[in-house]
């Protein structure tokens, strides 16, 4: 049988950085109080004319370049966000055509803060069918666009940035263990973004309403997180008939310290065994455990034969836990000169090859078919 196994990660965060101590001087923020209630310090904001899809194209051409693969390899692309490029085309598109990805087929993944470990489910089961040789899975997300910068109540806790793993099938032992995901769509509404979707499309009611941004219940959304994560991480070691001590590290959900630290405190999990990152980029949803897991390897707290458990929750409500093997040896080595060439040189043809196939499209829509012809 196949095991889908982790070859490739990278991860894109924006340049600029947005402290606490500025937003106490832009709006008021009480920077002390989001510090010690939340551990965030900071947060990556994107440049006004950054969308999801430019952020996940850099994470992933990091991610291909440490798997060593072109995108030409890439049999699948899962993008999981919740603040998309536009409502369709999906942003796994816009990825496939910005990495020149032609044997790829592409779609986007919804499921909040947890879309990437639903997509990481998802890629191993078709790794498993032996349907991909290679899967590429991206967390991202742009939430400064859907965050309302004068709302003290929501605009400190979310960061922009992007995640990417490359996957592959193997018959060697490790790989996802186990799973265990749950939705409760009663408590949509704890955190959600109400207009611009098919219920409140977007108008000016939407705009006056200022429905445009999200929304969050956060004493709602932590008690829910709380319960969930405990209860699925727990369903997870179950399943893959373990126990904390046979945990080498716990990645959490980074959205919250004090959340952090409790659902760690039920699970027995000891402190030295959580990785935490929040104070450098607050809550950036499904690209927060994408981007933990790369700066955890690069920390060194990933070696082979780690076992990790994670568990997130989010919006819709949803959660999910898994418990994965890591499998690869660590660190991967710097691109030498000609493979940096060669990247570049690909880079280069995806971006002579999208322009190319967008003329041929335009022409198509301008050349009469053999019926209007005809006619």
């Not at 919804?110 to 890629?123: E, I, T």
């Not at 590290?249 to 402190?271: D, G, K, M, S, Y």
């Not at 819709?316 to 994965?324: E, H, I, K, Q, R």
């Amino acid at each position: 049988m196949l095991n889908a196994h982790i070859v490739g990660w990278g991860e894109y965060l924006p340049n600029r950085i947005v402290t606490n101590a500025e937003l106490a001087q832009t709006i008021g923020v009480d920077a002390d109080w989001v510090k010690t209630r939340t551990g965030i310090e900071q947060r990556h904001v994107a440049e006004p004319k950054q969308a999801s899809a430019d952020m996940a194209t850099r994470a992933a051409r990091a991610a291909l370049a440490s798997a060593d693969i072109s995108p030409s390899q890439l049999g699948l692309i899962i993008v999981a966000t919740s603040t998309p490029d536009y409502l369709f085309p999906a942003t796994a598109c816009l990825v496939q055509n910005a990495l020149g990805a032609d044997n790829a087929g592409a779609f986007d993944l919804g499921a909040g803060c947890s879309g990437f470990a639903y997509a990481l489910v998802v890629a191993d089961r078709f790794i498993r069918s032996g349907a991909y040789r290679y899967i590429l899975v991206i967390g991202v997300e742009t939430s400064s666009r859907v965050v309302d910068w004068r709302d003290k109540n929501t605009c400190p806790y979310f960061g922009d940035g992007a995640g990417a793993v490359v996957l592959t099938g193997s018959e060697s032992a490790g790989g996802l263990l186990s799973f265990s995901l749950s939705a409760d769509g009663s408590g949509g509404e704890l955190l959600m973004l109400p207009g611009g979707g098919s219920r409140n499309p977007m108008s000016q009611e939407v705009l006056e309403r200022g429905w445009q941004y999200g929304r969050m219940d956060g004493r709602g959304v932590f008690r829910y997180g709380l319960r969930a994560m405990t209860a699925l991480a727990r369903d997870a070691l179950r399943k893959a008939r373990l126990t904390i001590d046979d945990i080498d590290l716990f990645i959490p959900h980074q959205n919250n310290t004090t959340l952090i630290q409790q659902v760690a405190e039920r699970l027995r999990v000891p402190l030295e065994k959580v990785f935490v990152n929040v104070a450098r980029y607050a809550n950036i949803s499904a690209a927060a455990l994408p981007v933990s897991l790369c700066d955890a390897i690069q920390a060194g707290r990933v070696q082979p034969g780690s076992r990790l458990l994670i568990a997130v929750s989010g919006a819709g409500l949803t959660c999910a836990s898994l418990v994965w093997q890591w499998s690869q040896p660590l660190p991967h080595k710097p691109a030498l000169f000609v493979k940096r060439f060669w990247q570049a040189l690909r880079e280069a043809h995806a971006t002579f090859r999208s322009r190319l196939f967008y003329l041929e499209h335009q022409l198509d829509t301008l050349t009469p078919t053999e019926e209007e012809e005809s006619k």
